[in-house]
């Protein structure tokens, strides 16, 4: 034995729905689904609108009769939308957002933090200069050995004892 709906109860089950999904609740949206009177949709959408206003309104008449002393911003944001919503895919998508967000941060934070001490190596952590000087001295030793093979003296020199020794 089936139960039928009435077209109030559809409208309602497709409303909590339809706000659950994140969609906008209008009368074409509402009519698609459920079939219907404009006139018949309107009352029914206005009463369901009414019906969740009480409901929050006695949510927020249960917090100030419980007897804990809320200050009026807790109380506010204790009313505020939550900034998940009802359907996971959403939550996951600003989940990801935020995440990405925050690694972007960090990134653009790390860099700025490289490129400063680039720009001022004396701010370097003491071990780190230690090896930035380390890896300098080696770099140096290589350069002014190469460029004692290249100096234009030391080749007139070998080409000179060349001459004077041939092998």
Known sequence: MSEVQTLREKVFLNCDIMQAAGEKITRDAVRQRTGGSDRD???YIKEWRESKAIVVQNSTENLATTGTDFSDDEVQELNAVSEYSN???DDLAQVARRGAERA???LAGEEAVVLHLLENPDQLPDDLKQQ???YRSRTATAINKRQENYDPSFFAKMAISKLKHPA
């Open 41 to 43: 949709l309107s009352k």
């Open 87 to 89: 359907t996971p895919s």
């Open 104 to 106: 972007a941060a960090l």
């Open 132 to 134: 930035v000087d380390n």
